[in-house]
C-alpha cells in the first residue's frame, strides 16, 4: 500500500483527549523481594537496594526501593495513560519519558496506586512508518499515607506495521562479538559497578565533568523476558481493572490478539501473547516492523535513572528525568550509558543544589538509542 493511501483514523483517539482514564491496579504492597528482583533484572549493582546491612548504613535505615522502581508499580509501566483510543490495525512502541520524583521513597510495605490522565497527541511523518502518531499520558503515583511519590509522562509511538514493514527501516542482523570485545564490555560494567560502590557521591562537581560509562548488554531474548517478568502485574491474579480502560481495543492486529483473553487471569497481554510479544517472538516483531527481539522502553528510563543515582550516591535525589528513546534497543546489540554535567544551580523553590546531567545511550555502532536530560540533587 502507498504511503499516500496510509492515514491513522485518529476519530476515536480525539474524544479521549484531556480524560481521565483507567487500567489495572496493583492488589498488594510491595515486597521486599519485589525490590531485591527489580535491581537484579536492571544490573543495578548497588548494595543499598537488596543488602540489609549496606541498607542500614543510610539515611533510610532498612532497603528502600530504587527510584526507577517506581514504573514497577504501574500496570502496564506508564503505557496505559497514552494508549486511548482505538486506531484500527495500529500497533505501538514506547518514545520516551518524563519523570518528576516529589520525596518519597518507596519501602517495602507500601500499597502504590496511580492515577491516569491521557494528555494528547501531536502527528509526524516518520522514516521507521510513515504517518505516525506520537501520544502522550500521565500517570501521578502515591502511597496509602496519600503521599504524591511522582509523576511520569510516557510518549507512545503509534503507527501503522504494515508500512514500517513496507520501508524495512531498521537493519536485519544484529553484530558478531569477539572475545576481547566482550571482555571489554565486562572491564567497563565492573568500572562502573565500582565508582558508586560506597555511596559516597560524587565531590566537587563541575560543569564538564563525565559520568562513568555504563554498559548494558549485549542483550538477549532471555534478558528481555525476564525484564518483564520482574514487573508485578506480569503474575496472573495481581492486579484489578478500573474502567475505563482502553488497551485491550486499541486497534491491534489481529495475530497479536488471543482468542482466550477473556479465559487469562491477567487481561493484558505480555510475553506470549497480545501486542507486546515482539519482544521475545522474532516472527511477531517482523509482523509489527521490527528486525527480531527488541527491548523495553520502561528499561531504557529505569537504567538512566539508575545510572544518575548511582553517581550521585545515597543522599543524591532524582528530581526530574526527560528521556526519548530514538532507537530500539535490538537483541545483540549494547546499549552505553554516557553522562556529562551540563550545568549547576541552586533551585530555591526545593532549597537544593541541583546538576543537570547531559545523557546519551548509544549502541556498539554509534547509533543514538535515547537521550535527554536528568536534574539530580547533590549534597554539595
Request: charge should be negative; hydrophobic fraction near 35%.
Amino acid at each position: 500500500m502507498s504511503d499516500q493511501a496510509q492515514t491513522l483514523d485518529t476519530s476515536d483517539v480525539d474524544k479521549h483527549v484531556g480524560e481521565e482514564v483507567g487500567g489495572g491496579q496493583l492488589k498488594e504492597p510491595v515486597a521486599l523481594i519485589d525490590i531485591r528482583r527489580w535491581v537484579q533484572t536492571m544490573d543495578y549493582l548497588n548494595p543499598r537496594h537488596f543488602d540489609e546491612e549496606a541498607a542500614h548504613q543510610t539515611r533510610f535505615g532498612e532497603i528502600v526501593a530504587p527510584q526507577s522502581f517506581m514504573v514497577c508499580c504501574d500496570v502496564g509501566h506508564g503505557a496505559a495513560a497514552a494508549i486511548v483510543g482505538r486506531i484500527p490495525g495500529s500497533h505501538v512502541v514506547f518514545g520516551g519519558d518524563e519523570f518528576w520524583f516529589y520525596g518519597p521513597r518507596i519501602r517495602p510495605g507500601d500499597l502504590v496506586r496511580v492515577k491516569r490522565r491521557f494528555d494528547g497527541y501531536t502527528l509526524s511523518d516518520t522514516k521507521f512508518a510513515g504517518p505516525t502518531m506520537f501520544a502522550r499520558g500521565d500517570t501521578t503515583y502515591y502511597n496509602q499515607r496519600q503521599e504524591n511519590i511522582g509523576k511520569q509522562r510516557s510518549t507512545m509511538v503509534r503507527y501503522l506495521p504494515e508500512l514500517a514493514r513496507e520501508r524495512g527501516h531498521y537493519g536485519e542482523t544484529g553484530p558478531t562479538w569477539t572475545d576481547a570485545q566482550l571482555a571489554e564490555i565486562e572491564r567497563q560494567r565492573v568500572s562502573w559497578v565500582a565508582s558508586g560502590k560506597n555511596g559516597e557521591g560524587p565531590r566537587d562537581v563541575k560543569v564538564g565533568d563525565t559520568l562513568p560509562v555504563r554498559p548494558m548488554g549485549p542483550h538477549t531474548q532471555v534478558q528481555f523476558g525476564i525484564e518483564y517478568r520482574t514487573f508485578t502485574f506480569s503474575t496472573w491474579g495481581t492486579y484489578f481493572i478500573e474502567e475505563p480502560y482502553y488497551g485491550n481495543d486499541a486497534g491491534w492486529l489481529t495475530e497479536l490478539t488471543g482468542d482466550d483473553d477473556d479465559m487469562r487471569p491477567n487481561k493484558i497481554g505480555g510475553m506470549d501473547r497480545g501486542p507486546a510479544s515482539g519482544h521475545t517472538h522474532a516472527s511477531k516483531a517482523s509482523l509489527v516492523g521490527l528486525p527480531r527481539h527488541y527491548g523495553y522502553g520502561s528499561s531504557m528510563g529505569a537504567w538512566v535513572i539508575d545510572y544518575v543515582a548511582y553517581w550521585a550516591g545515597d543522599n543524591g535525589f532524582v528530581r526530574h528525568s526527560k528521556i526519548n528513546y530514538r532507537y530500539p534497543t535490538f537483541e545483540g546489540d549494547v546499549a552505553l550509558l554516557n553522562g556529562v554535567v551540563e550545568d549547576i544551580r541552586w533551585e530555591p523553590l526545593l532549597g537544593v543544589n541541583l546538576a543537570k546531567i547531559g545523557i546519551s545511550m548509544i549502541n556498539q555502532d554509534d547509533v543514538v538509542l535515547a537521550s535527554g536530560h536528568v536534574e539530580v540533587e547533590l549534597p554539595i
